[in-house]
């Protein structure tokens, strides 16, 4: 892994200082490349992509087969994204402006339409909670959606760059992404498979009550290897 990451970070213009990846990341989006790593035609969403670590990560490393497109959404993505995602232009869609007004625009004309959907936004619970919700009406039946930062602390770094309220107020937990998440995986149980619950939360979608008759899905999507 250190190897790795080294090689990983020579080619690419990422602050070291903003390299938040815990264990949990190398291990879950390993098993992501395992479980999609070279297959045709996938679409990957990303909510929140900052410099681009993990969307660099997952065009290299999963999203390797024919047709496969990875779209980032950031409202105000650094110069370190644009050169980053300027290797891959056939792969790479930046979309810059605010996730809940694009994911509506995205879902006026129906179903989901992606694969996998990465949480990574707005770190204050209501946008969290908001993201998910139009997120999950945009991903496929037996798709895969994790969410970041659900056991981040409250002195955290990332609060200190982004949400300067917690230098001066660390006890405002109540708008902890973790809130958020489990907000959804209360109001959404029944519909989805918790996949895992750590640093990241990953479920997959199993029915989608969203459109006029309840939609039970298929089996076209793989299973995680965990899963087997």
Request: include cysteine.
């Amino acid at each position: 892994m250190p190897e790795e990451k080294k090689t990983y970070e020579s080619k690419y213009k990422l602050t070291p200082k903003f390299d938040f990846w815990e264990p949990d990341h190398y291990t879950e989006f390993k098993r992501l490349r395992d479980t999609y790593g070279g297959k045709a035609n996938l679409k990957f969403l990303e909510i929140g992509a900052f410099e681009g670590r993990t969307s660099v990560w997952l065009i290299d490393n999963v999203l390797t087969g024919k047709g496969c497109t990875l779209t980032c959404v950031d409202v105000n993505p650094p110069e370190n994204l644009k050169h980053n995602l300027s290797y891959h232009k056939d792969k790479a869609i930046l979309v810059k402006t605010f996730s809940h007004e694009w994911l509506y625009e995205e879902l006026v004309d129906g179903g989901g339409i992606y694969d996998f959907v990465y949480i990574d936004g707005d770190h204050n619970a209501p946008g969290v909670l908001e993201d998910a919700v139009l997120a999950w009406r945009a991903l496929k039946i037996g798709g895969i959606m994790y969410f970041d930062d659900y056991e981040m602390k409250i002195r955290d770094p990332w609060f200190y760059v982004m949400h300067k309220e917690f230098k001066y107020n660390p006890r405002l937990s109540f708008i902890h992404p973790h809130v958020a998440i489990d907000a959804f995986l209360n109001i959404y149980r029944g519909q989805y498979e918790l996949l895992f619950k750590k640093y990241l939360v990953g479920i997959r979608k199993l029915v989608d009550f969203g459109g006029e008759n309840v939609d039970h899905g298929d089996d076209t999507q793989p299973k995680l290897e965990f899963e087997k």
